[in-house]
């Protein structure tokens, strides 16, 4: 539980600092004046004045915020500098501010990405090439090494790891399976019993891939196609998720943070992996066309700037504050049956 709650907060912290501080960079290099940023909702626990704005901790470590002048978060005692409150700003300058906080968590996960394609590398699933050979399995008592590269399964060609894994898994049990393998300049084939293994229903063999890094310019140039199909993915779930099209997993902060103290227990390079997915899922949802959520400011300022009229400060106000409550209202739902899948395991 430790572990969870410490890994969580990790998690939360830097996704959320990297997010707000996009907000609070790009404000300050608008010129709109910043009251506070904070890590955290709730009373404060820790907090002091810096040169431009207050800096604070807060007692629940679910999110942070960055107050800006002339947002209707003003404070009796703040004295706003005239052309410098938010709402003063042209249409281009708010967007800018509004979308620097989604694109900071997409750069981090980007930044990530390419940080364990160098440094840690990712399963080689490109080639069947044995990597480990799992203990007690029959590719273990069969005479398998890694480094061996399996040629065919059962007398089909065999070109990667996916097509190698399902034709093993559909290999008839009653019958010997017959492997053509490479290893260094040697070929030969070997012919023996996988039956199917207890925990899954399927043969398994008892091997696993090999582990592949990658140049510096070549781990950036993967990032990029990496990020791009996990938004693309990320889209479409969420999506066919709220058109009832498909079931998706959703969780909440008890669900993240059992992930999170999964990933911590396998590792460093798994939790900067979570830590990645996690960036990049923050990033995109901000981005959804919802009132509250950093989507929903944006089309109310592509509204202005394709009408001509702002919408009156009070009415943008009440449709957030109703988008915050069904967001709130959202969260409790899924954190409540994030404790019953806990409950039930």
């Given at each position: ?16 600092v ?5 907000h ?49 978060e003003?404070?009796e ?5 005239p ?32 940080l364990l ?6 399963l ?24 061996d ?8 060609t ?65 990032s ?55 960036s ?8 959804f ?14 509204g ?18 109703t ?7 959202l ?15």
């Amino acid at each position: 539980m430790i572990v969870d709650i410490l890994a969580f907060v990790f998690i939360i912290a830097v996704c959320v600092v990297i997010h707000e501080y996009g907000h609070y960079r790009t404000a300050i290099a608008c010129g709109v004046q910043v009251h506070e940023f904070s890590f955290g909702m709730g009373p404060a626990i820790y907090s002091f004045k810096g040169k431009r704005n207050l800096w604070s901790v807060r007692a629940f470590p679910i999110g942070g915020f960055v107050r800006l002048a002339g947002m209707e978060e003003d404070n009796e005692d703040e004295i706003v500098t005239p052309g410098m409150g938010f709402n003063e700003k042209s249409p281009f300058s708010r967007l800018a501010i509004l979308f620097a906080g989604p694109l900071s968590n997409v750069l981090l996960a980007f930044f990530l990405t390419a940080l364990l394609l160098w440094g840690h590398g990712i399963l080689d699933m490109e080639r069947p090439k044995i990597g480990t050979i799992m203990d007690g399995y029959p590719a273990q008592s069969a005479g398998l090494m890694p480094g061996d590269l399996v040629l065919s399964v059962g007398g089909e060609t065999i070109e990667d790891w996916p097509s190698m894994a399902e034709r093993i898994r559909s290999h008839d049990v009653e019958k010997p399976l017959v492997l053509r393998i490479e290893r260094g300049e040697e070929i030969f084939s070997l012919s023996l019993s996988v039956p199917k293994d207890p925990a899954t229903g399927y043969p398994l063999l008892g091997i696993q891939p090999g582990r592949v890094r990658f140049s510096a310019l070549e781990s950036v140039r993967r990032s990029i196609s990496y990020t791009f199909a996990m938004t693309l993915a990320m889209v479409r779930g969420l999506f066919s998720w709220i058109v009832g099209q498909n079931q998706v997993d959703v969780s909440g902060p008890v669900g993240i943070a059992s992930m999170a103290g999964q990933a911590a227990k396998q590792g460093g390079w798994a939790l900067l992996s979570f830590l990645a997915i996690i960036s990049l899922n923050l990033g995109i949802v901000n981005l959804f066309p919802f009132p509250a959520l950093d989507g929903g400011r944006i089309v109310f300022i592509l509204g202005e700037i394709l009408t001509g009229k702002k919408l009156p400060e009070k009415v943008e106000g009440y449709v957030h504050f109703t988008g915050f409550v069904i967001l709130i209202g959202l969260i409790a739902f899924i954190t409540w049956q994030d404790i019953l899948r806990l409950l039930t395991r």
